[in-house]
């Protein structure tokens, strides 16, 4: 790793080349002379889902895989729906998009169903599809689980010298499997003809506009759907938002942001320790030492896990990433479960990831390489790295230069990417002429940036911002203030005042014991929460 005045002067040169333009990626194409024939509307046949008695029925979209040939080869699309529980007052239909990439749209629609209020689930259509590469529609697959689990047992949360020659190494061989093992498709499967998808689907319903709600990366879907589709956009909520330009054409910036905001969200839970001793249970009052202390203590001792997996310092930087999503509820519990990580007992911060993680870190990189240009030097990629790992010091060395796994890494491996990107979108974001679009923010979101939010919501020509004064990821279903404008918006289209922000996150409990524990997040199901 680079320190001191090195790190400091790499940092300095790198956003000097940031703001002279460099790094903005890939210029856009020349327009064709002609566009393509429109592709045929898919045909649904709609049939019971696996055998679920849970209202829902499921059909297959055959869309085309590259809609540079629409009339060419097709790719299935999984897709589920669930009827209007009152037809007679029917609005319409909503799609839920999860995040990932990764996630399924299937599961995400049918496992969230419970917890969308009786107002939309009597007046919309509920509708989930699986994009393209991820699960019934084409599984992308990179490393198979030997490979990733090797890589990701190997790792380590304070990397030591070589650490970076390592990632790009392993970002090198990712790469170059992606491109021999899904061959086929890992060319197809960026976000501009994922939206040309859910256009073909809300063809396919007969639908002359959908309501949408993406939350994540389904942000950044339904931010391309209304871009390249405006005028078939009757409501659509933006949740836990992304900055589209920077992160399609600034990656480093983006990524700059992410490790910054994770780091600093696992922060303020580490103070909240500091200044509720009993309530949080690990650290003796000095829960920054003790957090750093035992990086080193299962780096060097892992703890073997009941599958006979090691258990490292990598590991609980890897669950702390996506848990920490949660917001303050689930302090505690992590509270409990560093302690049981000093006494070498397992807990959810202790499980290595598993074979259905692999499926969706598969699709996580090879998605997100898919949509996102880094420039092509592996100099200055070395040295914007190790800058934005040393502005994150709790989680940044373990997640920046271990294995190719999730959003904050994605550098060493998309700057070599081998394969071609025509399903990358390079257009305007502003999405002119519209419906006004509702973007959600979380000031604490350690995941997508608050600051995300707001670049979206004033990118958009009729965005409209809605703000959550909260820790953890994205907003729905985390605050009745937050639900209530939101279901409002989606029934009524009517929109929160400007500058509303909803204030109303439970402190964590002063004791443990005093609540249920919190429920651990599996990155592998997107749901949306039960409104307490």
């Known amino acids: 790793m680079l320190v001191g005045a090195r790190l400091r002067t790499a ?29 045929p509307v898919p045909v649904l046949s709609w049939g019971p889902c696996d055998g679920a008695a849970d209202g829902f029925e499921c059909a297959t979209a055959q869309v085309p895989l590259d809609y540079r040939e629409p009339t060419g080869r097709t790719l299935p699309i999984a897709v589920t729906r669930r009827r209007a529980a009152d037809p007679a007052h029917r609005t319409g239909v909503l799609v839920l998009h999860p995040g990932g990439p990764g996630n399924s749209g299937v ?44 890589a990701v047992d190997a790792a380590r949360g304070m990397p030591g010298p070589g650490a970076l020659r390592e990632a790009v190494r392993q970002g090198a061989e990712f790469g170059r499997t992606c ?20 256009d073909l689907l809300r063809q396919a319903l007969g639908e002359q506009q959908l309501s949408f709600y993406g939350r994540s990366f389904g942000s950044y879907v339904g931010t391309v759907y209304a871009a390249q589709f405006p005028r078939r956009v009757r409501a659509m909520v933006l949740d836990g938002a992304y900055d589209p330009r920077r992160y399609a054409d600034v990656p480093y910036a983006y990524d700059a942001g992410q490790f910054k ?11 909240w320790c500091a200044q509720n001793a009993t309530a949080c249970g690990f650290g003796d009052g000095r829960p920054r030492e003790a957090f750093e202390a035992l990086k080193r203590s ?12 090691p258990a490292t310092g990598y590991t609980l930087a890897y669950r702390l990433m996506f848990n920490i999503n949660s917001g303050k509820e689930i302090w505690p519990a992590f509270g409990e479960a560093l302690k049981a990580a000093q006494e070498h007992r397992t807990s959810f911060l202790l499980s290595p990831p598993s074979p259905a993680s692999f499926d969706f870190l598969n699709v996580n ?31 940044g060395p373990a997640i920046g230069f271990g294995p190719p796994t999730y959003d904050h890494n994605h550098a060493p491996t998309c700057v070599q990417w081998p394969s071609e990107r025509p399903s990358r979108y390079e257009g305007s974001y502003r999405a002119a002429g519209s419906a006004p679009i509702l973007v959600l923010g979380t000031t604490g979101d350690p995941d997508t940036p608050y600051q995300d939010a ?38 009524t289209l009517a929109l929160p005042a400007r500058n ?15 609540r249920a524990p919190a429920t651990p997040v599996d990155e592998t199901q997107d749901v949306i929460p039960a409104l307490h």
């Not at 790094?23 to 002379?33: D, K, R, S, V």
């Not at 509303?500 to 005093?514: K, M, N, S, V």
Request: proline letters at 6%; hydrophobic letters at 45%; aromatic letters at 6%.
């Open 107 to 150: 599961s995400f629609a049918r496992n969230s169903y419970a917890a969308l209020p009786a107002a939309l689930r009597e007046g919309f259509d509920v509708i989930g599809y699986d994009m393209r590469g991820v699960g019934r529609s084409g599984q992308v697959e990179c490393w198979n689980d030997q490979e990733y689990s090797a």
């Open 365 to 395: 990189m090879a998605v997100e390489c898919a949509d996102r240009v880094y420039p092509t030097s592996r100099l200055l990629m070395g040295a914007l790295v190790s800058a934005e790992v040393a502005t994150a010091p709790l989680l």
């Open 500 to 514: 509303t922000a909803c204030t109303d996150e439970e402190p964590p409990p002063t004791l443990a014991r005093h």
């Open 179 to 198: 491109a021999e093992r899904s061959a086929d498709l890992v060319p197809f499967i960026g976000t501009a003809s994922n939206a040309k998808d859910l």
């Open 454 to 491: 707001v670049a979206l919501a004033g990118t958009l020509e009729n965005g409209r911002l809605l703000t959550f004064d909260a820790e953890g990821h994205t907003g729905y279903n985390r605050s009745a203030c937050v639900s209530a404008l939101v279901n409002d918006y989606l029934t």
């Open 261 to 271: 905001a994770l780091d600093a969200a696992l922060g303020r839970f580490l103070d």
């Open 298 to 309: 299962l780096d060097a001792d892992p703890v073997i896990t009941p599958n006979g997996r």
């Open 11 to 39: 940092w300095g040169a790198a956003l000097s080349v940031l703001a002279a333009g460099a790094l903005m990626g890939t210029a856009p194409g020349a327009a064709t002379a002609a566009a393509p024939a429109a592709p």
